[in-house]
Nanobody, 125 residues
């Protein structure tokens, strides 16, 4: 099982980036997939999750700015990030687990057992 993120980079305040996560080595049907981020000195934060049925959950800090989506075969996960702010600067990870999407727990890191290595996003003014 392998998750590989890409698409990170440096962008100015107000700009956009699209992150991708390539999923291989498993059939991800039935899985909940998620984007997390972690900034230096801060706890890992759930950004956006998508369930097997396509329902989504977003963290409060990114609602209205970020959009999570999956590829047709569920072997790709994407995060469209718009109106980026300096506080969005972090290492972004994708993760997956065969669990149901729930509004309360879907953004909690301990639910997920497949993780990528992360891609860095830096937002500057």
């Amino acid at each position: 099982v392998q998750l590989v993120e890409s698409g990170g980079g440096s962008v100015q305040d107000g700009g956009s980036l699209r992150l991708s996560c390539a999923a291989s080595g498993n059939t991800y049907s039935g899985y909940c997939m998620i984007w997390f981020r972690q900034a230096p000195g801060k706890e890992r934060e759930g950004v956006a999750a998508i369930g097997n049925d396509g329902r989504v959950v977003y963290g409060d800090s990114v609602k209205g700015r970020f959009i999570i989506s999956q590829g047709h075969a569920k072997n790709g996960l994407y995060l469209q990030m718009n109106s980026l702010k300096r506080e969005d600067t972090a290492l972004y990870y994708c993760a997956a687990a065969r669990v149901a999407l729930t509004p309360i727990r879907s953004l909690e890191a301990d639910r997920y057992y497949y993780w990528g290595q992360g891609t860095q996003v830096t937002v500057s003014s």
